[in-house]
Each structure stands twice: as structure tokens, then as C-alpha cells.
């Protein structure tokens, strides 16, 4: 049994203990961080618990079909009822984060509750903001973690289309649809188990990949075309888009997803960025290839972290002197960190 099941006997207990379960996925929730919410909320329902569930900002569009999503409390747009479910819990379970301020403006209703804390997650090196840590590094997502977990809670496999759907979402979006990231031989068992619940793999398929609107396809040529730099001496590709450019298209949530990964197909480049412009700060989406460590610079440069391969942060700039400092900090420590590969 892998060393991150040690607390899970704990997480039972408490499951079985708390009147009012919480269940919380991290900032920009991506398809893991709502599939492995989803995916517990689903069970711990079937066992006859109440549990709620909250996001710190809005989903992206190409998840809002999911069965449960529309159950999901967005704190920015609820925050008397998010901070009235954060207060009454008494077991607060946190899913896909490895560092509080990931919970956006809950983290300081969510430190101070008095809920028993827990956090599962699979990112490397996490923060010890909970009384219980599920935390391994070595599956690919978040949901394969949960899969595991609520198997060995459960006994056996928990055989339910919906839970079974969110984890599969979670699994497919944090690999790139099995491209990236730490899948395994037991990742495919898993997702063979999901399968044979008998989900819709090509409408899941369909609805997170195929479900975009006429104008982001222009928005990414658009990007790819006019708004990609290429600095070859630093193995390096950086694209940028300003609220003005996103608005021009019609931008709603979800729409640069992939974007950021594109460049990486380019012959000899490692390192690929997106700038976004937000009000008053800019959001930055790093992915790298093979062992540059994306999330190293994240992490010492912009605010952020992740994994490996997939990270981000953000810069609390315009977008000009975001890059200005970007190229700065990239020219100056690039060797170093390709040294480390
Ligand atoms: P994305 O580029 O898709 O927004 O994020 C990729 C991954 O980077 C996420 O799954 C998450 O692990 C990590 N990430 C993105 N933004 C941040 C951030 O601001 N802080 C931290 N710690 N991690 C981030
Ligand atoms: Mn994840």
C-alpha cells in the first residue's frame, strides 16, 4: 500500500464522524480539481452523507455539464453561503492543491474554521495547512488518487456512472489525454474499471475537447500567428493576449486551455509561456519538455507552482513589464535550470 494511504483509515473515520463535509478544489479548477470533487461528492452522497461543495472562482464552460458541477458553490459569486458552509462544517476535505493560498479569497475563512482539515492532492513538496495528508506524487491526477482512496474506504470499487464519468474527466485532462504527466499501468486499470461502468467515452470526449465556440478556434490561430515569440537560444516559446484581444473573440472561461502546449511541438523548443491579462495582474501558464522544471520557476519567479512539466503563476503587472521581467529572469536563469535536467 503506498505510504500516502497511511491517513486514509483516518479519512474514513472522519467521513464517518462529520454531519457536514465540505469538499473544496483549488483556484481556476481544471478538470481534475472538479472531477476529483465531483467524484467524492458522488460517493459520499451514495453513503448517505451531507456534503457540499465549493469552488473559488467559476468553472470553465467545458465542464459545466458535469452531473453535480451546477452543485458546486462559486465563492466569488456566493460568498455569504460559502462562508456560512465553510463555517458549519465540520470536516473540510481540499482536492488538486498543495498550498493554501490556492483556495483565492476562502483561504483565510478556511484556515481559521474550526473543521477538521484534510487536503488529497499530488503535487510534489506541500505546504502543511491540514491535519491529514494524502499526498503521491506519483499518480497522474488527483481522481486516481480518489479512485484509490474511496476503493480501499469502500472495500471494493465504487460502481456509479457519475463518479466514474468525473474521474475519468480528471484522468484524461491532467494527462493531455494520456500525453503527459505520471500516468502508469495502474492509471489504465483504473480507467478500464471506468469504462466498464459503461460511461460514454466518446461524449465525454466530445463535451471537454470538442465543445468550443467558432471564435476561440480563431482566437488560437490569431495567438499562434501574431502573438507566439520564439527565442531559440533559450529553447523557449512565449505568447501573450491582453483583455482587449480576448474580448475581441468573445472570450469566456476555458478558451486559452491548450493553448500553452502547442509551442512545445516545435522542434528543439523546452519551454513554453502564456501571458493572459487580467485586471491588475497577469496570469502565467508554463509547460515544459522532458526535465526542464517548469514549476521551479514558477515557484522563484511568479507567485506559483505545479508540476514538472505543468505549472503556473502569476505577476502583479501589466502585461509589458510582466514580459520585461520574464525575459529578464529567463535570460538569467535558464542555463542554470536546464543544468538541472
Ligand atoms: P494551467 O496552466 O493549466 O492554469 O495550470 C497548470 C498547473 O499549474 C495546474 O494544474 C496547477 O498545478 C499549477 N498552477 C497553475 N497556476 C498556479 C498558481 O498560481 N500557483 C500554483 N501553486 N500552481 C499553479
Ligand atoms: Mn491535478
Redesign the pocket.
Known amino acids: 500500500m503506498p505510504e500516502s494511504f497511511k491517513y486514509t483509515k483516518e479519512l474514513a473515520k472522519l467521513f464517518t464522524t462529520s454531519d457536514n463535509i465540505l469538499l473544496i478544489s483549488h483556484i481556476?479548477p481544471?478538470g481534475?480539481a472538479i472531477g476529483a470533487q465531483l467524484a467524492i461528492y458522488h460517493y459520499l452522497r451514495s453513503v448517505g452523507k451531507n456534503a457540499d461543495m465549493i469552488a473559488p472562482n467559476n468553472l470553465q464552460e467545458f465542464l459545466k455539464w458535469m452531473n453535480g458541477a451546477d452543485l458546486i458553490n462559486v465563492y466569488i459569486k456566493q460568498r455569504e453561503k460559502c462562508r456560512v458552509l465553510i463555517e458549519k462544517a465540520d470536516l473540510i476535505v481540499m482536492l488538486d492543491?498543495n498550498?493554501s493560498n490556492?483556495l483565492g479569497e476562502a483561504e483565510k475563512h478556511v484556515l481559521s474554521s474550526k473543521a477538521k482539515k484534510a487536503v488529497i492532492d499530488h503535487?510534489l513538496n506541500p505546504d502543511n495547512f491540514s491535519d491529514i495528508l494524502i499526498s503521491d506524487p506519483t499518480v497522474c491526477s488527483t481522481s486516481e488518487l480518489i479512485y484509490q482512496i474511496v476503493t480501499n474506504i469502500n472495500e471494493k470499487p465504487f460502481i456509479s456512472k457519475p463518479y466514474a464519468e468525473a474521474l475519468y474527466v480528471g484522468i484524461i485532462t491532467d494527462t493531455g489525454n494520456f500525453e503527459h504527466g505520471a500516468y502508469s499501468g495502474n492509471t489504465f486499470r483504473i480507467v478500464a474499471d471506468l469504462l466498464e461502468t459503461g460511461i460514454d467515452r466518446s461524449t465525454i470526449q466530445n463535451l471537454i475537447y470538442n465543445n468550443f465556440s467558432a471564435d476561440r478556434m480563431r482566437l488560437m490561430g490569431y495567438a499562434l500567428n501574431q502573438k507566439m515569440v520564439i527565442l531559440p537560444e533559450y529553447q523557449t516559446a512565449y505568447m501573450f493576449l491582453s483583455r482587449s484581444e480576448l474580448a475581441s473573440y468573445n472570450y469566456v472561461k476555458g478558451d486559452t486551455?491548450g493553448f500553452?502546449n502547442m509551442p512545445l511541438s516545435i522542434s528543439g523548443i523546452v519551454f513554453s509561456v502564456l501571458f493572459i491579462e487580467k485586471e491588475g495582474f497577469v496570469k502565467l501558464?508554463?509547460r515544459s519538455k522532458g526535465t526542464f522544471p517548469s514549476n521551479e520557476f514558477?515557484?522563484k519567479f511568479f507567485?506559483?507552482?505545479?508540476?514538472l512539466n505543468?505549472?503556473?503563476?502569476?505577476y502583479p503587472g501589466t502585461l509589458g513589464n510582466t514580459i520585461e521581467y520574464f525575459l529578464k529572469v529567463l535570460k538569467e536563469n535558464f542555463d542554470n535550470l536546464n543544468k538541472i535536467s
Open positions: 481556476n481544471d481534475d492543491f498550498q490556492r503535487h486551455e500553452v501558464s508554463f514558477a515557484k507567485y506559483g507552482g505545479g508540476h505543468a505549472s503556473g503563476g502569476e
